[in-house]
């Protein structure tokens, strides 16, 4: 019985430290926190369900790259030296600088379409190294179906516009997915180069100018940080916009479809969970996009002096006032 309570003792202090642990999170990203605050804020929260708290065995620390991606090498060494439990890297361009820095944290990621492609992940089912994350959908059929509800909601549609940051490492892809499903629609894209403020309200007025007849939104943190600017705009010049995410018909914009954003966040804080509990990320697969949200705002459809068609009605996840 001695030899129990030893052990047992023994023991205790090891138990007593594990509960004590601080999990140390490094967020890394490209673009201002405040364009990714929902996002985060289900990471945090899904978190929190799990049993992890702010202070008490939880820290997150953010990272911004402020859009200039030469400084995630120094962000991710940051990490490394700060010891993290774990970094949640945004985007192929952060995610690929801290698999280059590091090969004994594990390592997150989320915003990417295409891993494999990319060089990040050896095999969906089987990442590889200490790396995994969740899929962001940009492929053929997502693409396709955007510029469907435009035809179903303006079924005289022939040219449409794209603003997209030009700098960014999606966008060639975006590009050819806009431009194929737009050919085989009789739909015709214009693109438009948008990475400042300014360049948004000059992407507007020319939109107009060619008296194009929507506009697609991509996701980039400059467009994201001004949401309810670009629908404030495509109010002003009469430019209906389809969107990747929902927050943006949430501040304003008329149509929306994609990858729930939100639930994948709370998906990586599950993930996050499997490591921390002694999980290898390199072993647990990567998540495809399985949940895809239909948003509409009837307000600005009224703005716009249009109904939603009942079928786009009856069909959408979300229909925002």
Request: overall charge neutral; hydrophobic content about 50%; aromatic content about 8%.
């Amino acid at each position: 019985m001695w030899r129990v309570l030893l052990v047992v003792a023994l023991l205790a202090p090891l138990a007593a430290a594990a509960q004590d642990k601080i999990y140390r999170i490094f967020v890394i990203e490209r673009g201002l926190s405040s364009a990714n605050v929902l996002n985060f804020t289900a990471f945090r929260q899904g978190l929190h369900e799990l049993g992890y708290l702010d202070g008490k065995n939880l820290a997150i620390f953010y990272r911004s790259a402020d859009g200039q991606d030469r400084r995630f090498p120094a962000l991710c060494a940051e990490a490394v030296q700060q010891k993290a439990d774990l970094i949640l890297a945004h985007g192929r361009p952060a995610a690929a600088a801290c698999k280059k820095a590091t090969s004994s944290i594990p390592i997150l990621f989320a915003g990417v379409a295409d891993p494999v492609a990319d060089g990040l992940v050896a095999d969906l089912g089987h990442p590889g190294d200490d790396i995994t994350g969740v899929m962001y959908a940009s492929g053929p059929q997502v693409m396709a179906v955007r510029l469907e509800l435009l035809q179903e909601m303006f079924p005289r549609i022939r040219v449409i516009g794209a603003m997209a940051n030009f700098g960014g490492p999606e966008v060639a892809r975006q590009r050819e997915l806009l431009e194929s499903a737009g050919k085989s629609l009789g739909i015709a894209v214009r693109f438009f180069d948008v990475r400042s403020l300014s360049d948004l309200k000059t992407a507007f007025a020319q939109a107009a100018n060619q008296r194009l007849e929507a506009v697609y939104i991509a996701s980039d943190e400059v467009l994201e940080v001004n949401r309810k600017l670009v629908a404030e705009l495509a109010i002003q010049y009469r430019l209906p916009t389809i969107a990747a995410e929902t927050q943006f018909v949430e501040e304003g914009s008329l149509v929306s479809y994609g990858t729930d954003v939100v639930v994948q966040y709370k998906h990586l804080a599950a993930i996050a969970d499997r490591i921390f509990r002694g999980g290898k990320a390199g072993e647990i697969p990567v998540e495809r996009p399985t949940v895809f949200t239909l948003a509409v705002n009837p307000k600005t459809a009224r703005a716009f002096g249009i109904r939603i068609p009942a079928p786009v009605l009856s069909r959408a996840d979300r229909v925002i006032q």
